[in-house]
């Protein structure tokens, strides 16, 4: 396999419940009233880490010994659900529902903390509510537990990639019949200091709804637009090299294309890189010449990125607000070479673009559902608007 064409496969942890044949009595009514493809963004949940308070945002009881990060993606996906109505999951069975979510260092200062504690006085002294945590595929448990989520529960991990990971997985498993609902984003907690990357910490979180777009309409909601994720890998070496911006450009034409966009529809960037030899290269690749001569709606914003996967998921949450109805791409990559981009069709935008034109045009394991992207005036029912997501340790 080339260079060109090697997949950064995505490290995840899953607990799924198994999964159902394609055309059974089960998925019967889904394939003829919920195409696979099709998939909008009906809710989108925001929250940050500064002056979050779990009490107000979750309630006073039983979430107290939780780790923050999942404290935030449980009030997110709360505010997500508000958005998208009551009976966003309420339509469909628990075995109908999944749940995705993204995280670089989730679990990083829970670590450190049992680490101190093991080294001092024993492992005996560990808490028994918090040490089952130590797994960073718990981080999601309590979400899928509260929502009676039993299709499939996934954790991602990649450097940076994570986020947009848990949406091109969790659209794929919809495509091949694992579920009708989707709960996916990112969270992060805060790194400890003196871990590397501490001084760029990003401490939040950001769900996103998606369900197929007849079940929206049906339920009167707002289709606020449709995401599609590409995700590819640049070795840092051919990044380094004299045709590291060649070779990011060709990467990202081949992503675009899979997602169905049009070179000669005006496409706006943002890109969320660090300054590694990968980082560079994707941003030298970033321009109407080195694209091949497709047609981008201004200059691209560059966002430097953070310590974590959470940056890029809340780009797109704003993205799906957008309210000139262009198609965006948020672009990201980690310095090892796991790099991603979000194509963003936001609501307005949607009826113009045929689902079929959308539709991911990778094979087998590359399959996903088309881009769903969203756009909307509030980004999240009960109030925080999307956010960088990213505080320093001195914040804390």
Excluded at 5 to 18: L, N
Excluded at 278 to 293: C, N, Q, T
Excluded at 352 to 370: D, F, I, K, R, T
Aim: glycine letters at 12%; charged letters at 20%.
């Amino acid at each position: 396999m080339s260079d060109a064409h090697a997949a950064a496969g995505p490290r995840m942890a899953t607990k799924a419940a198994p999964p159902r044949r394609v055309g059974g009595e089960a998925n019967e009514e889904a394939v003829r009233d919920e195409p696979a493809v099709g998939l909008v963004v009906t809710g989108i949940g925001t929250v940050g880490a500064d002056g979050f308070d779990f009490r107000t945002a979750l309630g006073r009881h039983g979430y107290k010994y939780l780790p923050a990060a999942s404290q935030y993606f449980l009030a997110a996906a709360k505010r997500a659900l508000a958005q998208a109505g009551p009976d966003a999951l309420a339509a469909v069975g628990p075995e109908e529902r999944g749940a995705a979510v993204g995280t670089n260092s989730a679990a990083v200062a829970l670590h450190h903390t049992m680490d101190r504690t093991v080294t001092a006085t024993g492992a005996g002294d560990l808490s028994p509510v918090t040490a089952p945590y130590f797994s960073i595929n718990l981080f999601g448990s309590r979400l899928a537990t509260e929502h009676d989520l039993k299709g499939f529960n996934l954790t991602f991990t990649s450097p940076r990639i994570a986020g947009l990971e848990a949406l091109q997985t969790g659209q794929r498993a919809l495509a091949t019949g694992r579920a009708r609902r989707l709960l996916a984003g990112a969270t992060e907690e805060t790194l400890p200091e003196g871990e590397p990357g501490a001084d760029t910490s990003e401490a939040g979180a950001v769900a996103l709804v998606l369900e197929p777009e007849p079940a929206a309409r049906s339920r009167g909601v707002a289709v606020l637009g449709r995401v599609g994720v590409r995700s590819f890998f640049l070795p840092p070496k051919v990044a380094a090299s004299a045709e590291g911006a060649e070779r990011a450009a060709a990467l990202l034409r081949d992503a675009l294309d899979a997602l169905g966009h049009r070179p000669d529809r005006p496409l706006a960037v943002t890109a969320v890189l660090d300054g590694s030899p990968v980082g560079e290269a994707l941003a030298a690749a970033l321009d109407e010449k080195a694209l091949g001569g497709w047609t981008l709606a201004g200059e691209p914003e560059r966002v430097p990125a953070g310590a974590g996967a959470l940056e890029p998921v809340a780009r797109v949450a704003v993205a799906l607000g957008a309210p000139d109805g262009h198609p965006h791409a948020v672009v990201t990559a980690a310095a090892e070479g796991n790099a991603a981009v979000c194509l963003v069709t936001p609501g307005a935008a949607v009826c113009l673009v045929p689902p079929g034109a959308q539709l991911n045009a990778a094979s087998g394991a590359e399959a996903s559902a088309m881009p769903d992207a969203p756009a909307g005036g509030e980004a999240s029912a009960g109030g925080e608007q999307p956010m960088s997501g990213r505080r320093r340790a001195s914040d804390r």
